[in-house]
Each structure stands twice: as C-alpha cells, then as structure tokens.
C-alpha cells in the first residue's frame, strides 16, 4: 500500500529537512550500519584560514555571457557554482561505501520507484510489504557543543533513518494490518547496551484489500498508551515475520546507500541545469 508511507514520513517526526549546503554539522546517530562522512558542507564548512574558492559567493556579478542557445542565463556566478558541484560530486564519490546496493538478508526483493523503496516477502501464504521513503531520512542533530568543535577533529557520519511501513496481506482475507514504525531518536545507537527494540510500532490498523489510500474511517490504534503486553506481542509478531533487530540495521544501511545514490544523483542534475549541458 503505496499511499500507507505518506502517514509515516510525516514531518512533525522527523523534520529532516536538508539544505544542499547545511550550515550546522551534524552529529553521529548510529553505530549499527555503514555510513559515510558528512562533507555536504565540503567548502562552507572550512575554517576560517582555508582560501575562499575563486568566485564562489564573491559579492561581486559580473555581466552574463551570450546565451549557448538554450535560452538560459549564463554567468560567472553560474560558472563557479557548476565547478563547486564539480569538486563535490568527486567527493561524495570518493566516499560512496556501496557502488551496488547492500543485500536484505531474508529473501526479501527490493522494488524502487524514485526515492520511495519497497520490501516484499512472502511466507506460508502471507505476503509482508515493507515501503518506505528516503527523501527526510536523515534526523537533523545539532548539539552546542560542536560550536566548539576542533578543526583536526573527524566529521560526523550521515545515516538514514526513514519510518516504514509494514503491511500484512492473508490470502482471502479483506484487509490488511498495517503498522506504522519508525526508529526513535533515543534508541538508536544503544546497541551497546542491553537488547531492546531499536525500532518502534507508532499506529496499527486495518486497512481493506486492494485500497490505495489509507481510509480514516478504519480505526487507528495508537500505542503512545497500550497496554505494553499487547505492544510486545505485536512486535513478536513483527519479528516472526523476519522484521526485527537485524532487519532495521539492515534497513538503515540500505536507505543510507540509497540516499546518497539519489544525492549524488542530484548533485549531477544540478551540475547539468546550470551548465546546461
């Protein structure tokens, strides 16, 4: 059910908006999946000794050049930024962990439409659907103390950590159960410490079969207030079904690849619209 991500990329959870060029620097998040260096913030990030880039945002326009036939405006301005995105596309480059994307143990298949991913498996007559979306998937964290932060130090890691949605489909059955997850802010990176969920049930409901959209009609049982035996063995029904622990860190690692590939995807069409080339 396509439509069931939109109630689990809201973001009033998240708020995971990200500027191409972020200004604050971001923290560590997790240490159960690969990730890479934060260098979004390649050349706006430098201290203040690092030499300024030949006419990147220098105040100062010159006038635009003759057109190539595209119709477009061409500046100086135009020609610096594409050289930026240059640099910056060879880094993330450098950087990419994955050139093919890591593998879901658990025979799951991966279907893609943009950044919205989807998991499917099938067992002993049920098909369990995991869809979510990496665009918002990296958790803005900003903590006073990297104000203060050293030079020399190493940059923080990005890691994408998107809500899914997991639907369970029974063979001649009307409807679907539907769960909302996501992975609170607070758990993630525990590992360390004793087992616990680092994935969370926020809403479940029943959904009918075939539907596209998800129905507010249908009752919504939220799990702020459930009864904790009940949310444990929603989870142990979640886990018998192969999402568990070991699913969401492979989960993470996967968007995490994901989202840099649409980046660095961006980086490139960026690059192209203003050149225009």
């Known amino acids: 059910m396509l439509s ?18 972020p200004l604050l620097p971001c923290s560590p998040l997790t240490a159960v999946a690969s990730t890479r260096p934060f260098t979004r913030s390649l ?12 006419g990147l945002l220098h105040h100062h326009r010159g006038l635009p050049t003759v057109s190539c036939g595209c119709g477009g405006l061409h500046t100086e301005g135009d020609k610096a930024f594409a ?13 990419q962990k994955h050139k093919n994307l890591p593998k879901m143990t658990g025979g799951w298949e991966l279907e ?6 989807k998991l499917v498996r099938k067992i002993s007559g049920e098909k369990i659907t995991v869809t979510f979306n990496t665009n918002n998937s990296i958790p803005p964290s900003f903590d006073e103390a990297d104000e203060e932060k050293k030079a020399d130090e190493k940059e923080p890691d990005l890691v994408s950590t998107p809500n899914f949605v997991v639907e ?36 479940v409901s029943f959904q009918p079969t075939g539907e596209t959209d998800w129905k507010d009609t249908s009752y919504t049982l939220g799990t702020d207030s459930l009864d904790w035996a009940l949310y444990d ?14 699913f969401a860190d492979e989960l993470i690692e996967l968007s995490t690849a994901l989202e840099h590939q649409e980046y660095i995807k961006f980086l490139e069409e960026l690059k192209s619209f203003v050149k225009c080339q």
């Open 112 to 117: 893609l439409n943009g950044t919205e991913a």
């Open 4 to 21: 069931c991500v939109s109630r689990a990329l809201r973001p009033a959870f998240r708020l995971a908006s990200r500027p191409l060029e």
């Open 83 to 95: 050289e930026f995105l240059t640099d910056e596309i060879k880094e993330e480059a450098k950087i």
């Open 233 to 246: 063995h929603l989870m142990d029904f979640l886990a018998d079904r192969g999402i568990d622990n070991t």
């Open 168 to 203: 369970v489909s029974k063979q001649d059955s009307r409807h679907n159960l539907v769960l909302d997850c996501h992975y609170p802010e607070d758990e993630i990176g525990q590992g360390e410490e004793e087992e616990s969920d680092i994935f969370s049930i926020r809403e």
């Open 43 to 54: 050349w706006l990030l430098g201290s203040a000794s690092t030499p300024q880039r030949p």
